[in-house]
């Protein structure tokens, strides 16, 4: 080897657990390669162990985020946004490295996440009077309707969509905007992007262990999320086999499980930021109070 060669120092881009940064407990990795199958680095293979302790950490931190007024999750999830604004460069260059889509396709992407980062900031404290209500009831009562946080929802990217990024956070996104915690499964082709996101979140003011990001096989991960009865709520992307597994053990815990087809549209913001989705995330709370005669 001469002077002028060296090795590159490939990066192991770790697992994103309670605000921190741990290796997976196994000690396993993955390979990384781009759109040439050249090794640019290396992913942390998530264990059962490392799910266990992401959902632990997203359930001790549900109560302080979900207690949180919904003008302050607003304010965080709209910081979000402003971080990946200034990083935007970077999280187009990390679309690029695995897909192989142009330049001009990522940075379309990337403005699209952002976009929908904002709108889902602003809807924080607006949903409950969509999803809420005031219901007409018999006697001298007053009856109100009133969505509430379901608890711990994993979201899961199942399948190697193309929108990497967008899908991502349509997927993380509404959970959040609801109050719940989050542990997201990341796709092992293209996850570049969402773990960025995972490196941003501390500087956005996201509290440890509201979103938690981890990187594995979806496949050996599936039936341990699916049999895991502090998870509430499961968001996926997946092909058959891997849905399958989910809804199989929805019945352990009467868990919510919302299966998205593996051609699911990302790019459709009419659909991905109507206030209807978030109905999947909360359970609803009816009160019943007397009124004045």
């Given amino acids: 080897m001469s002077d002028h060669e060296r090795l590159a120092v490939l990066k192991t881009w770790k697992l994103f657990i309670k605000g921190s940064f741990p290796r997976s407990e196994s000690g396993r990795t993955l390979p990384l390669l781009n759109k040439e199958g050249g090794l640019v680095a ?7 162990k490392d799910l266990r302790e992401a959902v632990e950490a997203a359930r001790g931190a549900f109560p302080g985020w979900s207690g949180s007024t919904a003008y302050l999750r607003s304010q965080i999830i709209y910081r979000l946004a402003e971080m990946l604004e200034g990083r935007r460069a970077e999280l187009a260059d990390a679309l690029r490295c695995t897909s192989g889509v142009s330049k001009k396709k990522a940075d379309t992407e990337v403005s699209a996440s952002i976009d929908r980062t904002v709108s889902w900031a602003g809807w924080c404290d607006k949903f409950p009077m969509v999803l809420g209500s005031r219901n007409p009831v018999a006697g001298p009562y007053h009856n109100f309707s009133m969505p509430e946080p379901s608890g711990v929802c994993v979201a899961v990217q199942g399948v190697a969509d193309q929108h990497s990024l967008l899908g991502f956070m349509s997927l993380v996104l509404p959970p959040l905007c609801t109050g719940n915690a989050v542990v997201a499964v990341a796709h092992t082709e293209h996850p570049l992007a ?6 941003i979140a501390p500087t956005a003011d996201i509290p440890p262990g509201v979103l938690n990001v981890i990187t594995g096989d979806a496949k050996e991960l599936a039936g341990w999320i699916a049999s895991h009865r502090d998870v509430d709520s499961v968001h996926a992307i997946a092909d058959e086999s891997i849905a399958a597994t989910l809804r199989a053990g929805a019945a352990e815990n009467l868990k919510r499980v919302q299966i998205l087809s593996k051609d699911e549209d990302f790019s459709d913001t009419d659909r991905w930021t109507n206030p209807r989705r978030l109905a999947a995330f909360v359970e609803t709370k009816t009160v019943w109070h007397p009124s004045a005669t």
Wanted: glycine share 0%; no cysteine; net charge neutral.
């Fill in 42 to 48: 290396h992913l942390s293979h998530a264990s059962r």
């Fill in 194 to 199: 969402a773990l960025l996101v995972a490196e």
